[in-house]
């Protein structure tokens, strides 16, 4: 298989001057251990900066950061530094000063408290300790960090930060550099926005009574006011907008309120600036200069609610609110299974009834699946019964012991033609599909939302076609995996589904002629290292298909079901794919690649002109 890789770029030849520094440093780089070993830190510290600097300036005189001279001595710096780290306790990069300002810069505005992309948020060194989905960095070790990998993938979609410029390699340097130091906070709260962290403290805020409710007041805070308040107010008054310097998202921060000072006075309606805004009697009126978000019975609820002293029923005045997203969360965690599949119903026909508002539906409602379609009532029966022996077949493979695999069961939606799957996902998803795409499935971490959409492709199998058994098989896998939000590359998830359903259709044409798309991917792929191929985002939806299947088949006959459920679980559990590779697969995903691509037609692996 042919791996070409990202081709080079011509830049002008470097003057001799600049030969001759490069040596000069390089020279400088090896004289750190020799200060290192005598702890002359002091030294070895003002040599670090020197070299940096002199280095930047090489780059910004048009040393191309590519230079074949430049690259060694960038190893060596690296080095050099990992050794002064451990020797001295001290750090070259500071996260205060260095990293926290790139973050703010370049990262925070996704990925704060109120809109936290992902899940992750990076607006304090907590929350970014925290993580999201998987750890943000691996202390000591940047190559491996999560983090390090979204910032330098060569996907654009992949890479971080989403739609904008990839960072400056001086930036991501800094970022490495400070991992590989430990990811250490030099900070003195680990709590405080990081724009906040390179400046004087700011005033204390006003202290504010808090009164605490007595049970008796007509108006609850926690139940009746503060969900609306959030999810209108807080939209502008939050920890990372504070306009006015208002937030709204703790009690305490309401009651302390802004730069015109507190916006609630209790027992005094006419004394609340707050009050005063929302009823129109002060400029602007709010929220966002008039009344949309807010109801008539959340108008009156905080009427009452000031006039009653503006009491206190929650545990902790500091304490955040829970987000629009904790709050339906929890109300999930409360619901029973009979509660769960009576919420499936409803929102099934909902969906159902959106995109086909004079459609009636055929309607199967059995075990594990609830199923809609323009189908007949016996082809409903027929899908069903593949549904779920694939449902009994992943239970038995993967081990589960629940009872059923998807609260409230899974919505399950047939349609006969290319036009209702096409228009359901006009209608439900707000997208258009690739013509080669013939079903999917989405299913959310909570999963307040678990469905699969599939055209019904008919049961005659073709290399265009894999008939509906295969596509109903692929997708209930899909479903299967993306349970509790697992982050599962797309190649994984469609090609366990792909290889599960060879199993039970050996010899379809659409299966077999799959290596050979496969390998055709491949030889025409611009891949700029061999072990890419294992990353989410490296093909398109039309190339996943194949490169899933023949990869998820030849982990089958490399390591057998058992290795690749284990690598399914680590990934799962936050690895990355080249820490699950080495831990199942003895190997590293370089190897593992290379290995694959010979697998396939036409094999072997020869790498592209740099």
């Not at 996260?95 to 408290?113: L, Q, R």
Request: charged fraction near 30%; hydrophobic fraction near 35%.
């Amino acid at each position: 298989m042919l791996f070409i890789l990202a081709a080079g770029f011509a830049f002008a030849a470097i003057t001799t001057e600049q030969k001759k520094e490069l040596k000069d440093i390089g020279n400088d780089v090896k004289e750190i251990s020799s200060l290192v070993s005598k702890k002359k830190y002091d030294e070895a510290e003002t040599s670090l900066k020197d070299i940096e600097s002199r280095l930047d300036k090489l780059v910004k005189d048009g040393v191309p950061e590519t230079d074949v001279s430049l690259k060694p001595i960038r190893l060596q710096l690296e080095k050099a530094k990992s050794l002064f780290t451990k020797s001295s306790g001290r750090g070259t990069v500071s996260f205060v000063k260095d990293v926290a300002p790139i973050f703010v810069a370049k990262c925070v505005g996704c990925h704060a408290e109120g809109d936290a992309k992902g899940g992750l948020r990076l607006d304090t060194f907590a929350a970014m300790e925290k993580g999201g989905a998987r750890p943000v960095a691996v202390a000591g070790n940047a190559q491996a960090s999560w983090l390090v990998q979204k910032l330098v993938t060569p996907n654009a979609q992949q890479r971080m930060p989403k739609g904008g410029e990839a960072l400056k390699d001086k930036e991501i340097q800094s970022i490495m550099t400070w991992i590989n130091e430990g990811a250490k906070f030099d900070g003195a709260d680990k709590n405080a926005e990081l724009a906040s962290l390179d400046k004087k403290p700011a005033a204390a805020p006003p202290r504010v009574d808090v009164v605490k409710a007595t049970g008796n007041e007509k108006v609850s805070f926690m139940r009746d006011i503060m969900p609306e308040l959030m999810d209108t107010c807080g939209r502008c008054h939050n920890d990372r907008q504070k306009r006015s310097g208002f937030s709204v998202v703790s009690f305490e921060k309401l009651m302390q309120g802004g730069t015109s000072g507190r916006v609630i006075i209790a027992g005094s309606l006419e004394s609340s600036r707050m009050w005063r805004l929302i009823n129109g009697d002060d400029q602007p009126v709010m929220p966002a200069g008039n009344q949309t978000g807010i109801t008539r019975k959340w108008y009156n609820n905080v009427k009452t609610w000031i006039e009653e002293g503006a009491k206190f029923d929650g545990e902790d005045a500091k304490k955040a609110f829970p987000t629009l997203e904790e709050r339906e969360a929890a109300a999930l965690a409360k619901l029973t299974p009979e509660q769960w599949i009576d919420r499936r119903k409803k929102e099934t026909a909902e969906q159902w009834k959106k995109t086909f508002p004079n459609g009636e539906a055929t309607v199967r409602d059995a075990g594990e699946f609830l199923i809609y379609g323009d189908v007949s009532a016996e082809r409903l029966e027929q899908i069903d019964k593949w549904a779920s022996e694939q449902a009994d077949s992943l239970k038995s493979s993967f081990n589960v012991k629940e009872t059923r695999l998807w609260r409230g069961k899974l919505a399950v939606f047939v349609f006969k033609d290319r036009f209702g799957y096409e228009e359901f996902n006009q209608t439900i998803h707000r997208r258009e599909v690739p013509r080669e795409v013939i079903g999917h499935s989405e299913v959310s971490g909570n999963m307040e939302e678990a469905l699969i959409a599939m055209q019904d492709v008919g049961d005659a199998a073709t290399e265009t076609s894999p008939g509906m058994q295969v596509n109903v098989i692929e997708h209930v896998t899909g479903a299967f995996l993306k349970r509790g939000g697992s982050g599962l590359p797309d190649w994984v998830i469609r090609g366990a589904g792909l290889a599960l359903a060879n199993q039970h259709s050996k010899g379809n044409p659409y299966l077999v002629k799959m290596p050979g798309q496969a390998g055709e991917i491949l030889r025409e792929a611009r891949i700029a290292k061999p072990e890419d191929i294992f990353g989410n985002g490296t093909f398109s939806p039309g190339e996943v298909g194949p490169i899933g299947f023949t990869l998820v088949d030849f982990m089958l006959k490399r390591g057998g079901p058992k290795n690749f459920g284990e690598f399914v679980r680590k990934i799962q559990s936050g690895s990355n794919a080249e820490t699950a590779l080495k831990a199942v697969y003895n190997a590293d995903g370089k190897t593992l690649a290379q290995a694959y691509a010979n697998s396939l037609p036409a094999g072997g692996v020869k790498k592209g002109k740099k």
